[in-house]
């Protein structure tokens, strides 16, 4: 373990004005998911929370993203501390980073096993390099994925691909996980495209975009009809926003796509 943190949580600004934050992982070689990075994690979701940007990038440092959880944990867990283990991991990073109110954007570069991967799946929106590659290897400790990964898989590429990635074990390249629908884009120089979508996402309307969030989180839970449901009132909000009344001015005056956004 490093004699850090194995997390580092920066604040940074675009040119507009608009507050992002980065969450990076900062423990090589392997970025490994023991319990001091879980730790540091859940402190950084939890600032997140408190003190909510208005876009998320969450990263790597080294030569993987991370080589997944560190076995020792596991090591010696009765059932229910089991359980308890997965209760404190959703309920402490899983849950609290869906439920963020701005994009979150998890940038791939390399390998990406086990916890890691299943952060990204909580994430708005995963872009990766073309040598990046995933996989939830937990069959090798006689385990499943255990922090939400199978189901946010399923939801993203379909039961039958989330059965065959977890059953096998096996590990899957950017294209495939692209071509799948679980990685949103490829790209060669990510940390440039990954700013730059941060950049833009954090320069919105970032209400706006957490209305989406919980849109599509209803649909997630209740379906199509209970989305419906929701809908009218989560975008209804919208209307008391200065930056939606100041977009419908700026698009009736000046045309579109000359909005600024403030995210009030």
Not at 86 to 110: M, S, T
Not at 150 to 170: I, N
Not at 236 to 244: N, V, W
């Amino acid at each position: 373990m490093s004699a850090t943190k194995p997390t580092n949580l920066t604040r940074e600004f675009t040119d507009a004005g608009a507050e992002f934050a980065t969450i990076t992982l900062t423990n090589p070689p392997l970025n490994l998911f023991d319990r001091a990075m879980m730790d540091a994690l859940v402190a950084d979701i939890a600032a997140l929370t408190a003190q909510t940007p208005r876009a998320v990038l969450i990263r790597a440092e080294g030569k993987v993203v991370s080589g997944g959880v560190d076995v020792n944990v596991f090591d010696g867990l009765t059932v229910e501390q089991g359980a308890q283990l997965w209760r404190d991991l959703f309920g402490r990073i899983i849950h609290p980073l869906e439920a963020l109110a701005c994009p979150v954007v998890f940038a791939a570069h390399g390998l990406t096993l086990t916890a890691a991967f299943e952060m990204s799946l909580a994430c708005d929106i995963i872009l990766a390099t073309p040598k990046a590659k995933f996989g939830l290897v937990e069959t090798v400790v006689g385990l499943t994925p255990s922090m939400g990964g199978p189901q946010r898989l399923a939801e993203r590429a379909g039961s039958g691909r989330a059965r065959e990635f977890v059953m096998t074990g096996d590990l899957y390249d950017a294209a495939t996980m692209a071509d799948w629908g679980v990685v949103n884009a490829i790209h060669d120089d990510l940390d440039s495209a990954a700013c730059a979508l941060v950049t833009r996402l954090a320069d919105g309307p970032t209400m706006a975009h957490a209305a989406t969030k919980q849109i599509i989180e209803a649909w997630r839970s209740g379906g199509v009809a209970h989305a419906d449901s929701v809908t009218p009132e989560v975008s209804g909000q919208l209307f008391g926003t200065a930056d939606l009344r100041g977009a419908v001015r700026s698009f009736l005056e000046v045309g579109p796509g000359k909005a600024t956004y403030r995210g009030e």
